[in-house]
């Protein structure tokens, strides 16, 4: 929306440095319910703090509980959850939900609702049977929400941060995320200095844009290397050096670290621990090549990552109030790393890293290219990994692809690709009994890949990319589809 905005824990000290220029906070959702630790000296002071400055609170679910609380209201601890659709009535004229139609559904994710205002506060949004949905103080200088503005589920839900941020607060709209590119670059050269770069690079859009920003800031030297980990999709490897031919980087190397990376897995069930040990052999490799190319070139100080700010957010690396919802492989190195970061992209989401690559002219088809996860296959199968599990999820996949990479609704998802589990169910074929797996297909779209709803894709298009599946995929007899949104699920399943 065109406004810079940092985001903080929320014992943060709210000192005159950090709140120079700013006229908004917004407290976020959060997984926990209101306690006396939440009501602490600090975040009291921070709010008389804020409101001494004329500074406007906007809370969104757990946020609008806990002002709920500080200012005097109450709070039913779990008696009373909603998740999902749910539809609520708008009840007062207040500006902040004039975008709101009078009657519409919104995503709630709560269990904990405010069931009496403080004084002074007044209800402009009720779901169910007068249930609080959204209240502002008279003076509107607080608000609060217990639904999600913020996603995609909320139809005209941005209107409600519009109205905080241009009727409220009275920011304009002057930020932009292509407009950091200079800023970006200058970051890169005073971090690495006359040092080299080291990149990991996976063909994918965050490792690519990155890529080019690195290679503007230093020239030839970057060196980007790619790891095949035995767990890409099918022509996954050819695919990537191909292209980075084909955008002329100097310095580029594959590694076949297949085997490293599969032996490591051998008998790992849990996905985190999974990601995990992915993790450190990755940057294992890395420092061993890194080695190899300083026998050649000189010394390497710096690894270069694609970091963005999503991965940090579901890594938990932005503050101690935040919960671990997954480990990325670039988030939360090993301390025995011995090379120091340089991360770009660190404070974008997905849809801003999209622009800046738009805007620097990187060919069309690596930006507008699916997410793929840095752990790759290994998170998409239950259980542990094969090299016979490995080879049915890709075959699985490339069919997926194959039949849907030309449908007009491909360039409308986020995310497609297969699930494999390891549950064996009968089935037929020729006459004979089969014992075999189930397939997940699993469509999604998103804008930054924090929430996405499930693609709806025409009906004849599944059942061709089924019984494809389970009639060319041998160990595949039951191929399902996915239709479960974020939240509550993830977009991949481990």
């Known amino acids: 929306m065109g406004v810079f905005a940092v985001i903080i824990p929320q014992d943060t000290p709210l000192d005159d440095k950090l709140l120079r220029n700013v006229k908004g906070i917004i407290l976020s959702g959060g997984p926990r319910s209101v306690t006396d630790d939440d009501l602490d000296s600090a975040f009291t002071g921070n709010l008389e703090r804020a409101t001494a400055s004329n500074i406007k609170i906007l809370g969104i679910c757990f946020g609008h509980q806990l002002l709920a609380v500080h200012f005097g209201g109450t709070l039913d601890q779990g008696g009373n959850p909603e998740y999902g659709q749910t539809e609520i009535e708008v009840v007062d004229s207040s500006v902040l939900v004039s975008g709101l139609q009078k009657k519409q559904q919104v995503w709630m994710s709560h269990s904990d609702e405010v069931n009496k205002l403080p004084d002074g506060m007044n209800a402009l949004v009720i779901s169910g049977e007068g249930r609080i949905a959204a209240f502002a103080s008279s003076d509107n200088s607080i608000f609060g929400v217990q639904f999600h503005p913020e996603v995609t589920h909320t139809p ?18 002057d930020w932009k995320p292509e407009n950091q590119i200079g800023d970006i670059i200058e970051y890169v050269n005073d ?5 080299r770069v080291l990149l990991g690079t ?62 490591a897995l051998e008998g790992i069930e ?9 993790a450190d052999k990755f940057i294992e490799v890395f420092e061993r ?15 270069g990552q694609g970091t963005i700010y999503p991965d940090r957010v579901e890594s938990a690396v932005t503050g101690k109030a935040t919960a671990v919802i997954k480990s990325h492989h670039n988030v939360r190195l090993p301390d025995w790393m011995k090379l120091k970061l340089v991360e770009p992209l660190r404070d974008l989401y997905k849809d801003e890293v999209r622009q800046v690559g738009f805007k620097i ?30 080879t049915i999820l890709r075959h699985a996949d490339s069919i997926l692809q194959e039949v849907i990479e030309n449908e007009p609704f491909y ?17 037929v074929m020729g006459d004979e009994r089969t ?46 589809y996915d239709l479960t949104s974020k939240p509550p699920g993830t977009i991949e399943w481990y």
Not at 156 to 173: P, S, V, W
Not at 191 to 195: A, D, I, P, R, Y
Not at 223 to 243: P, Q, S, T
């Open 156 to 173: 005209n839900g941005l209107t409600i941060l519009q109205a905080f941020l241009r009727d409220i607060c009275d920011y304009k709209e």
């Open 191 to 195: 971090t690495v200095g006359e040092s």
């Open 202 to 263: 996976s063909g994918g859009v965050d490792s690519t844009v990155v890529a080019y920003l690195i290679r503007q800031a230093i020239g030839s030297r970057l060196y980007c290397v790619f790891v095949d980990n035995g767990l890409l999709r099918k022509g996954e490897k050819e695919e990537v050096i191909a292209a980075f031919n084909e955008m002329g980087f100097e310095h580029f190397v594959a590694i076949d670290a297949a085997d490293e990376f599969i032996d």
């Open 270 to 278: 849990d996905p985190e621990e999974k990601r995990k040990i992915i």
């Open 289 to 303: 090549k890194a080695k190899e190319l300083e026998n050649e070139y000189g010394k390497f100080e710096f690894l």
């Open 361 to 390: 002219d990187i060919p069309k088809h690596m930006i507008t290219r699916q997410p793929f996860p840095g752990p790759s296959l290994a998170i998409r199968i239950s259980g542990p990994i094969t090299r016979d599990q490995l």
């Open 411 to 427: 360039p409308d998802i986020w995310q497609s690709f297969c699930v494999l589990l390891p549950v064996r169910t009968v089935g």
């Open 435 to 480: 014992y075999d797996q189930a397939v997940v297909i699993r469509m999604v779209e998103s804008l930054d890949a924090m929430t996405a709803s499930v693609s709806t894709p025409p009906w004849e298009v599944l059942l061709q990319a089924a019984s494809r599946i389970a009639n060319e995929v041998k160990g595949i007899n039951r191929v399902v």
